[in-house]
């Protein structure tokens, strides 16, 4: 049952695949993919804790000690599992820094940043996160760096993660 349902993950995640198509949906899935680096968002929220309002900054460290908090979860969870990136060139800076696949990190750190938008704040933002998250996780399989089942269980895990640190706020 379960080598059935890899396969079909697998067929699934080669139809998405976008790595080796040039064109302008390659390189939006490639911008998307890389949208949810952690660098990027923690240096963004570093720029809104240092040049925002005390509730921006509140937000801004709730955002990052999750984003935290679910990378080490995210990261535990793929050393145990060890499942290998599917094949490609796209994305070697991934390969080289972390060859497991599952979950996907980005897009457990994109739904858990739109849960937590929804419960902080303000409105526009966590209706932005809400459209962003979904693409991140599609363009991570789209440029070959993970199977579909890998960004379905890490946004799995990110609104879990958001939920919990929302019920405990």
């Known amino acids: 049952m379960l080598q059935q349902v890899l396969q079909w993950d697998v067929r699934l995640t080669r139809r998405l695949r976008l790595a080796g198509q040039p064109g302008p ?7 998307l993919a890389h949208s ?5 968002w923690f240096a963004g929220l570093a720029v809104v804790a240092l040049l925002g309002n005390a509730a921006w900054r509140a937000r801004a ?7 935290f908090g679910l990378a080490l979860l995210v990261l535990g969870i793929k050393f145990t ?4 990136r599917p094949a490609g060139e796209w994305g070697a800076i991934y390969r080289a820094t972390d060859p497991h696949s599952f ?3 980005h897009a457990a750190r994109a739904a858990l940043l739109a849960v937590l938008a929804w419960g902080l704040g303000p409105w526009w ?9 979904p693409l991140v996780a599609l363009a991570r399989v789209a440029m070959g760096v993970h199977y579909l089942s890998d960004v379905v ?5 990110g609104v879990l993660g958001g939920l919990g640190v929302l019920l405990w706020l």
Do not use: E, K
């Open 25 to 31: 949906l390659r390189r939006a899935a490639a911008f």
């Open 36 to 40: 949810g680096d952690s660098w990027f």
């Open 61 to 67: 460290l709730v955002m990052a000690v999750s984003v």
């Open 81 to 84: 599992v060890r499942r290998r």
């Open 103 to 105: 979950p996907s990190g």
């Open 125 to 133: 933002l966590a209706v932005a996160l809400t459209v962003w998250a």
């Open 153 to 157: 269980a890490g946004g799995f895990l």
